[in-house]
């Protein structure tokens, strides 16, 4: 499974059956419930009518009750104690509180409980229960229910009779609704009109033909008793769930497939340029289109190429320029070595051997700067900033190159600490890396005094959030056309007096990968006081605010 959207699928497939599964459970436990809500129902009004006649009546008038009811309703009824009746206490809590319990003991039939309150002539606290077996609910249950209600409303003027049904529909919970109507409002046929005419219960169809309704007259009143529409309970189908599942499934396989194929795309394009960079092309991209992960990915990884890139090409750079910066020193080298074997006298050894000590120094310095340039290249080094003094910092590196070039005067110009509460006895510190600023100004000083007529100029100036530092020099200068690239490895200017006065075009390559990491930025310009040459450094004074 070697195709995102085939993975993803798979797992929400594997979840969709799983839910399926728990919806099966869910929907038998639903109908559970349901079914036996629905028995209650249907049992409350009837069993509750005849607990509360029981209530009234004595031991003998029960049995006699219970024998007519019987034969009423078709099916045994019996009064017993709960622990005969063999209930949990969570059943036994429901029939205190007045419910009808039903429990189910086939696929149609079920026992039904209904608790009797203590009559007049029973022992306090000695509830009993109305038990009675149901198999089917059937059109004799129907007609029983029928037979209690109307005995209880014949105790009752004609007047007052839909007003106690309503009452009694209330009170004693039926679960479905009780009219009593005229019997030219009845919606039955001219034959069923008779019967009911006769006295005889009828059971007619309702509306849709999903549901029954049961009439009967009531005695010599105008009113027939009309019981319903009672609905059969429709269970949820299995095969309800399973269609649901699958039009589910494809629904949510139509969505990630439209969503996973264009990921799917974005991601092979990634996968194509890495190999395209593989093989050596390396200024491939990719499009950094979306802000999502896959975008973010894209930038990144377009980040990196640029980086490989410019690191190989940096690296190339370094091999051309060593092996070209090696090959004059490794000449003179080879021709002292022959003028020495050459000379006659001891003086004219000693001036070939200063000279081979020369270009030694020269490669010494070479591989030392090309070591430092490398380093910085090659990513963020550890650095451990720090307070430094900057007037003592200018004034050691003052000190260290000054005498190197007697003629060229080395000085450091007037601060200015720019700011509303500055003044120039504030304390003239920065946040750096002592080794690597000394080493960037260092670098600087030097270039200059290597192109100064006669003078060297170092000028700094503080802010609150920034710091800036300024060399210098009264010698031609650097034209307008060269300060983007100035400070690209091993540059020389053709008008240049690089190579005559030394240096091998990576001290400012140096010093702006040194301010980089500081934070800041590395410029060249023309020097308005001096008219020569101006490097300026400029970085966050505290590197918090880098």
Not at 11 to 25: D, K, R, S, T
Not at 471 to 500: K, N
Request: aromatic share 6%.
């Amino acid at each position: 499974m070697n195709s995102i959207f085939l993975r993803i699928y798979g797992g929400m497939l594997g979840v969709l059956v799983l839910v399926a599964l728990l919806g099966v459970l869910t929907l038998h436990v639903a109908n559970s419930v349901r079914g036996e809500q629905y028995r209650e129902q249907l049992a409350h009004g009837t069993f509750s009518l005849m607990a509360d006649n029981l209530k009234a009546m004595d031991s003998i008038e029960r049995i006699r009750a219970l024998a007519v009811w019987e034969r009423l309703l078709g099916i045994p009824l019996e009064l017993e104690t709960a622990e005969q009746a063999h209930l949990d206490s969570g059943a036994r809590n429901r029939l205190s509180h007045g419910q009808v319990l039903v429990e189910q003991t086939g696929p149609h039939a079920a026992r039904v409980f209904r608790e009797v309150e203590p009559g007049a002539s029973d022992k306090p606290g000695s509830a009993l229960l109305l038990t009675g077996e149901v198999q089917q609910i059937s059109e004799q249950l129907a007609r029983a229910t029928i037979f209690l209600l109307l005995d209880e409303l014949v105790r009752f003027p004609v007047e007052e009779q839909p007003a106690r049904l309503e009452t009694l529909r209330v009170s004693k919970g039926f679960g479905f609704d009780m009219h009593l109507i005229t019997l030219q409002r009845a919606d039955v046929d001219d034959d069923q009109r008779r019967r009911i005419e006769e006295g005889d219960t009828v059971m007619a169809l309702g509306k849709g033909g999903d549901s029954i309704r049961v009439l009967s007259g009531v005695g010599k009143t105008p009113w027939v008793l009309e019981l319903g529409p009672l609905y059969q309970l429709n269970p949820y189908p299995p095969e309800l769930l399973v269609l649901i599942a699958f039009l589910g499934l494809c629904l949510i396989g139509l969505f990630v497939y439209l969503l996973v194929r264009r990921l799917e795309h974005r991601l092979r394009g990634l996968e194509a340029a890495a190999t395209q960079i593989a093989q050596g092309s390396l200024e491939t991209r990719v499009p950094e289109t979306g802000a999502d992960s896959v975008g973010r990915l894209a930038s990144a990884f377009n980040g990196m190429a640029e980086h490989l890139q410019r690191s190989l090409t940096i690296q190339r750079e370094l091999v051309r320029a060593v092996s070209h910066e090696l090959r004059t020193p490794v000449a003179r080298l080879r021709f002292g070595l022959e003028m020495i074997s050459d000379a006659s006298t001891p003086e004219a050894r000693r001036k070939y051997l200063i000279g081979m000590d020369n270009d030694i120094q020269d490669l010494d310095k070479l591989v030392d700067e090309m070591l430092t340039y490398a380093r910085l290249e090659q990513g963020a080094p550890t650095l451990s900033f720090q307070r430094v003094d900057l007037q003592a910092l200018i004034d050691q590196v003052i000190t260290e190159l000054a005498p190197l070039r007697a003629n060229v005067r080395v000085m450091r110009g007037t601060q200015r600490l720019i700011g509303e509460d500055a003044s120039q006895d504030d304390e003239a510190w920065v946040e750096a890396e002592p080794r690597y600023l000394h080493r960037a100004l260092q670098n600087l000083v030097s270039n200059a005094m290597r192109h100064a007529e006669s003078e060297v100029r170092i000028v700094f100036q503080l802010s609150q959030a920034r710091c800036r530092i300024d060399v210098e020099d009264d010698g031609p200068g650097v034209p307008e056309t060269a300060w983007d690239r100035i400070f690209t490895p091993f540059m020389r200017l053709d008008d240049s007096r690089t190579r005559a006065s030394g240096g091998h075009g990576l001290g400012l390559s140096i010093v702006r990968r040194i301010v980089h990491w500081h934070g800041g930025r590395a410029l060249v310009g023309r020097s308005q006081s001096l008219g020569g040459a101006c490097f300026s450094l400029t970085w966050p004074r505290q590197q918090g605010d880098a």
